[in-house]
């Protein structure tokens, strides 16, 4: 089983590839893991992980550059596909970060938290939203297995999902309100925060991405 993580110039690649290769570990398979910037690699690979992270608007024009975009767009077709933060948020059709196209896998769009949020005692929320947040699994999902539901995961955004089929909505956490963090349809599954970042329970997702046949 050959594994791609998407090199595209944008992402926390070297703490991706690290985790993932940590995940292999846990989930005792035989797997290469390769971080690549090569289509070929990307059309060939059998499972795919989509990192990113930094402004939406350079994460797809370095997408389009690089030429990966065919790979990644094939990949999602039929392929077990595992998108992170930015990489989850350019598989819908627009952000509001700079005004941006994504790829129109799942339809809605990306949208930027209100700056004039608080909390319950009236305190101002900050945006990007970044820490340390619990997660609720809305649905049964593969990829759950043996991680608790309010489990906490790792976040840095200021944008967050906006699914026009509440059908994909696989998990939600709050900040103030509750919105969507995790979103998935058969073989995709995509998290706004970072499995890299969030210990155990990022490993755990990615172990279950390891065993998954989507």
Not at 106 to 124: H, I, L, P, T, Y
Not at 153 to 170: A, E, G, M, R, T
Request: aromatic share 12%; with cysteine; glycine share 10%.
């Amino acid at each position: 089983m050959k594994v791609a993580i998407v090199d595209y110039g944008m992402g926390n690649l070297h703490s991706v590839y690290k985790s993932v290769c940590a995940a292999q570990k846990l989930a005792d398979v035989q797997a290469e893991i390769v971080l690549t910037d090569q289509p070929d690699v990307v059309f060939a690979a059998d499972k795919i992980i989509f990192p990113g992270q930094g402004a939406m608007p350079d994460c797809m024009g370095a997408l389009k550059r690089s030429g990966l975009g065919e790979a990644v767009s094939d990949g999602l077709k039929n392929k077990p596909f595992f998108g992170i933060c930015v990489g989850a948020q350019l598989l819908f059709e627009h952000s509001e970060e700079g005004d941006t196209p994504g790829l129109g896998w799942f339809e809605g769009e990306v949208k930027r938290f209100a700056s004039d949020m608080s909390d319950a005692d009236g305190n101002k929320l900050k945006v990007p939203h970044m820490g340390w947040n619990n997660v609720r699994q809305k649905q049964s999902h593969p990829l759950f297995k043996d991680i608790d539901d309010n489990t906490r995961f790792y976040f840095v955004h200021s944008y967050y999902f906006s699914p026009k089929d509440s059908n994909i909505i696989l998990g939600t956490s709050e900040y103030p309100h509750e919105f969507a963090c995790i979103v998935g349809k058969e073989n995709v599954f995509a998290t706004q925060f970072h499995t890299e970042k969030s210990h155990d329970g990022g490993l755990l997702l990615l172990r279950n991405f390891l065993h998954w046949n989507g």
